[in-house]
């Protein structure tokens, strides 16, 4: 108890020497007895800052033990349980491993055409272009023999 008591009167008298300009200083000092609460926290409070670094350091004291203190760490889940693990490839033809919430082997990312050299751009178009003639093709070829009235009495109402 000596200790804290003349920590405090070491911390007093340094708060005191920093502030012995102003008048709100002694007001402090001169409050009745009734008050002395808050001028003992007041002091506490300048005492620990006063011994250094030492004390602060301290893993005991209870504002580092609180609820409040949080600490990071691995989280042993998914966070996003519905993305899958997807290779995406570059334009340079670079890959990376990224997660996608599509389940593919591999994502190919488009080419830009303004990059290509002429030949193979042209090359591309054509190649595409077939592409979309084989899909024009097949949509010739469906041909509608659906009979209306074949299947009339399945949305007739019954009478009850």
């Known amino acids: 108890m000596a200790a804290v008591g003349s920590l405090l009167g070491l911390a007093a008298s340094s708060w005191l020497g920093s502030q012995s300009g102003s008048h709100h200083s002694l007001r402090l000092l001169r409050k009745p007895l009734g008050s002395s609460m808050c001028q003992l926290c007041l002091l506490r409070c300048s005492a620990v800052k006063a011994t250094g670094p030492a004390l602060r350091c301290l893993h005991t004291s209870s504002w580092r033990a609180d609820s409040s203190r949080a600490s990071f760490g691995r989280v042993r889940r998914q966070a996003y349980a519905r993305l899958y693990p997807v290779l995406l490839v570059k334009q340079d033809g ?60 399945f949305w007739a109402k019954t009478k009850k």
């Open 94 to 153: 670079s890959t990376v491993h990224i997660r996608y919430r599509e389940p593919r082997r591999m994502l190919v990312m488009p080419i830009d055409l303004d990059t290509l050299t002429p030949e193979e751009r042209r090359a591309r178009l054509r190649k595409r272009e077939a592409q979309l003639q084989r899909t024009k093709d097949y949509e010739q070829e469906l041909s509608d023999d659906f009979d209306v009235e074949r299947y009339r009495q």
